[in-house]
């Protein structure tokens, strides 16, 4: 995750005020990822239809205008974030047209919501899609995304500065989101599979519950730091924990004998395509 100067203007060129179109849990999470980056709460809005967490969000993000509305908070904003359900996205977008600047840049992160889709929605707009994941609410997620027909390289550095600051961010093609989304789009969910399969192993071998957790979530967020700051891949790293005839051979052992391997490939294989599936045109 990129620091933004201390000067938050300067770091997002062109851009003076943001809002965000939905204040659930991914909407929220950008905007105070935004806000611990530097930038100032009265360049921030965000919309969000349901009056008890409007006044929820008045509470939590402190000086940032909350609007019942996407007509309400979109007028001044040099972007647009689309953090919606994924079936509200036409609806939101279309309320948002009559005021939405020109020039303004949508970046969207709903699901499955082509660029097809949302260029049809802000015709003349230049838009983004991402495909963020859960750890993004705790500063932490990965993303990637991609641009429209209309979208600059200076576009795709504002979407990128933006979402940086609430984890990594990656360009891609839009063609490659679906794979993005097979494997840390749901990535989550298979470390968390794991997680509770080795708690489950450490209660079977005699530790109790709530060591076996605490041991299981050190270890993982230990090598999760291990891969992303070490320098090293994950294979050299594998191979230096591996000692010839040791105990964590013979733990490597069982899982390739019970082929692991292959069935995070076909995890993330069937993930990517009931992506696809999702992402296809109704007819």
């Not at 948002?96 to 949302?118: K, M, Q, R, T």
């Not at 992303?228 to 964590?248: F, I, M, N, Y």
């Given at each position: 995750m990129r620091a933004f100067a201390d000067d938050a203007a300067n770091s997002l060129p062109g851009v003076e005020h943001i809002a965000v179109l939905g204040g659930g849990r991914m909407g929220t999470a950008l905007i105070a990822g935004l806000l611990a980056a530097g930038v100032d709460a009265d360049r921030l809005a965000v919309a969000e239809a349901d009056a008890g967490r409007r006044r929820a969000l008045e509470d939590e993000l402190a000086g940032v205008r909350v609007g019942p509305s996407a007509s309400w908070v979109v007028g001044d904003a040099d972007v647009v974030i689309v953090a919606v359900k994924p079936a509200d996205v036409?609806?939101?977008?279309?309320?948002?047209?009559?005021?939405?600047?020109?020039?303004?840049?949508?970046?969207?992160?709903?699901?499955?919501?082509?660029?097809?889709?949302?260029?049809?929605?802000?015709?003349g707009r230049p838009?983004?899609?991402?495909?963020?994941?859960?750890?993004?609410?705790?500063?932490?997620?990965?993303?990637?995304?991609?641009?429209g027909t209309l979208t600059t390289d200076a576009h795709l550095e504002t979407a990128t500065r933006l979402l940086d600051a609430v984890g990594t961010v990656v360009v891609v093609p839009e063609t490659l989101l679906d794979a993005v989304t097979g494997l840390s789009g749901s990535g989550p969910a298979y470390v968390f599979f794991l997680a509770e399969a080795m708690i489950e192993a450490g209660v079977l071998n005699g530790l109790p519950r709530g060591v076996a957790s605490t041991l299981v979530h050190a270890t993982i967020r230990g090598a999760g730091v291990m891969?992303?700051?070490?320098?090293?891949?994950?294979?050299?790293?594998?191979?230096?924990?591996?000692?010839?005839?040791?105990?964590?051979a013979a733990g490597l052992r069982a899982l390739e004998s019970h082929s692991v391997r292959a069935a995070v490939l076909d995890a993330v294989s069937a993930a990517a395509d009931r992506s696809r599936e999702l992402g296809a045109p109704k007819r």
């Open positions: 036409a609806d939101v977008l279309e309320g948002a047209l009559s005021v939405l600047a020109p020039d303004a840049l949508v970046l969207s992160i709903a699901a499955g919501v082509s660029i097809a889709e949302l260029e049809a929605a802000v015709p838009v983004v899609r991402a495909m963020p994941n859960t750890p993004a609410l705790v500063g932490h997620g990965a993303a990637a995304l991609a641009g891969l992303t700051d070490s320098g090293e891949t994950a294979e050299q790293l594998r191979a230096a924990v591996t000692s010839p005839g040791g105990t964590t």
